[in-house]
């Protein structure tokens, strides 16, 4: 798994720029409207089940960017885990303000839905950051700033952990499905949004984590 990173002249940086390039475009000139629209009408009304409510916001919640930075300042102060964390550091704070600009260049509105489900126990509000955007990047959604950061903490983590659970590992991308889905689900974005955003949290995790040398976690230890 540790060709998984790359660099600027790899395939995998060429194909997933494209990908994301494609995906935007087609938000921008509003060429996925219907569907999105019909998905998220879809959810808005099938919600009520006081439990899959609270199950879910307590997932969307996790991929908070203070929440996520917190498990990243720990295993920071990790000495054997601590490339690790400065990887996850860097990647959430380039993925948030990344994010939050191309929320504003591409302008796509939330869906702005009433909460007709549960009550819960906390108001689940977007978190996006970036200067000189008018605010912006707080009501547009695409991309989704909570799919990305789990698409990347998700990546790191498998590539971590590959070599001690190589069949297991991969049930971290659990995660981010379900990320992706609770974002839908509390009505903060439709389904492209969270689509882009798990492709370019992929995309910067393998590039950065590259840039970062997060492979040399498995040369052997100097003694």
Known sequence: MQNWLFDIRSRSFVLLTALFLFLTSLVFFELTDDFDQNVILFF???????????????????????????????????????????????????????????????????????????????????????????????????????AARSAMFAFVMVYVLSEKFPRGVHLIWLYPILMSLSRIYVLQHYPLDVIGGTILGIFLAGYVSKRLKLDEIFLPRKI
């Not at 000495?79 to 550091?89: Q, S």
């Not at 994010?99 to 977007?126: A, N």
């Not at 978190?127 to 695409?142: H, P, Y």
């Open 44 to 146: 808005s009304e099938n919600v009520g089940n006081s439990t899959l409510d609270l199950v879910m916001q307590y997932v969307t919640e996790s991929g908070d960017v203070f929440n996520m930075m917190m498990f990243a300042i720990i295993i920071l102060l990790i000495p054997k885990t601590r490339r690790v964390g400065i990887t996850l550091l860097i990647l959430i704070v380039i993925s948030t303000l990344l994010t939050g600009y191309i929320k504003c260049g591409v302008d796509r509105d939330r869906p702005f839905l009433d909460w007709l489900g549960s009550e819960l126990p906390f108001e689940v509000e977007p978190d996006s950051f970036s200067l000189f955007c008018e605010g912006r990047s707080w009501t547009a959604g695409f991309p989704s700033g909570h």
